[in-house]
């Protein structure tokens, strides 16, 4: 695969790579799609389309298990009647918010990245992504 010249949407592969990551009204995830759905022949762009999704969604299942875990521990402090547990549901969403933290210094860095022409690989869901892109 090239990793120059137009995407299936007319643009430079860096600029449909770059925008595969702007979270604006969800309208990476229409690119990102876009760019999978149609671009087989530039890596740039479908590697970062892939790690865009998979960012994102690795982002909205820590939110879920997050929510599910704040839940089950304030039940159980009320089933159990003991409101000082439910404090532990504030670790909890603090450590998701670090994990959040985090998230959104990849999708930073990333985008950067990509708007530069370089393939970036984020821990784990990098290596997905590159395996994908192919």
Not at 28 to 46: E, Y
Not at 62 to 75: K, N, P, Q, R, S
Request: with cysteine; aromatic share 12%; net charge positive.
């Amino acid at each position: 695969m090239e990793n120059s010249g137009k995407s299936a949407f007319g643009l430079d592969a860096n600029v449909a790579a770059g925008l595969a990551y702007i979270p604006v009204c969800f309208c990476h995830l229409i690119v990102s799609i876009g760019i999978i759905a149609t671009d087989k022949t530039n890596k740039l762009p479908r590697f970062h389309a892939f790690q865009s999704l998979l960012l994102s969604a690795l982002i909205i299942v820590g939110y879920i298990v997050t929510f599910v875990l704040v839940m089950v521990i304030v039940l159980l402090a009320a089933a159990i009647n003991m409101p000082a547990l439910s404090f532990l549901s504030f670790f909890v969403y603090i450590i998701f918010l670090l994990f959040a933290l985090g998230a959104f210094v990849g999708l930073v860095i990333s985008c950067i990245k990509a708007f530069q022409g370089q393939i970036f690989k984020l821990p784990i869901i990098g290596n997905m992504a590159d395996n994908w892109s192919n």
